[in-house]
């Protein structure tokens, strides 16, 4: 009786296991469901709006690239460095979360066209007298894990004599800053400036550095057809006007 329910199971089993395999082979080859990560608080570029949806620069224009070129596909939020990771890994098929294509990552990643125009800027708590990255020494500076940001804090920590704090996210930096612990936090300063005009109550202070554009990454030689659509895509965009509505949508430029 017992073996016979144990037999059962096994059966049961290969029968869910072959079913689910059949399942899978007929909707991979009719159309592919990529997996896109994204950052978790990045905006203008991805951010829950008040309703709970996932929203911004980087959303939209991933939408509106999809129904261009007809792709189907599953936004995950990870955290920038989770995001990353999980591209590195094979565990998601694209990364769009206001990265910034640089040489070091293009030797992991295949970049789209760019996108969006950024570089790294500083900011302290609203009534900090601080006002340059000289005034840091001694101090604590809050970056977040594995951005351009971290790495120009990590560069420039001897010169100026601070010490450092990583972040998963930038809504986490913020807090350390606002709380006192950290004097300023290095951060995208279109994210700076969008945060303050939503009521951060911070300021930029010291050089704007400039930095690299945004682009969509895939991994390297590896889903190179979605890649080809994303472009084609973007470029469809910027030429009927959607590119600019989307961004305009977010960010007021005059
Ligand atoms: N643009 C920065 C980078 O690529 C930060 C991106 C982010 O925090 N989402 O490192």
Excluded: W
């Amino acid at each position: 009786m017992k073996k016979g329910l144990r037999l059962g199971l096994v059966f049961a089993l290969a029968l869910v296991t072959v079913v689910t395999f059949a399942a899978c082979g007929t909707s991979s080859s009719s159309s592919k469901e990529y997996i896109i990560a994204t950052d978790t608080t990045f905006a203008p570029f991805e951010f829950e709006n008040k309703d709970g949806k996932r929203v911004g620069i980087d959303m939209d224009l991933l939408k509106a690239i999809a129904k261009d070129q007809g792709f189907k596909y599953t936004v995950k939020a990870l955290g920038f460095d989770g995001a990353v990771q999980s591209l590195e890994s094979g565990q998601s098929d694209g990364v769009i979360a206001g990265m910034s294509i640089t040489d070091e990552r293009k030797k992991k990643f295949d970049f789209s066209d760019p996108y969006f125009d950024s570089g790294i800027g500083m900011a302290v708590k609203k009534d900090s007298t601080i006002t340059d990255y000289d005034q840091l020494q001694g101090k604590n500076v809050a970056v977040k894990a594995g951005t351009e940001g971290a790495r120009f804090a990590k560069e420039n920590q001897s010169k100026y004599g601070y010490t450092l704090s990583t972040f998963k996210s930038s809504a986490n930096m913020y807090e350390d800053v606002k709380s006192g612990h950290s004097a300023a936090c290095f951060e995208d300063y279109p994210v700076l400036g969008y945060a303050i005009t939503k009521g951060q109550p911070l300021k930029i202070v010291g050089d704007l550095q400039a930095g690299n554009s945004y682009g969509f990454a895939v991994q390297k030689g590896k889903n190179q057809k979605l890649l080809k659509m994303f472009n084609a895509g973007l470029k469809h965009l910027k030429k009927n006007g959607q590119y600019d509505k989307i961004v305009n949508k977010y960010i007021k430029t005059k």
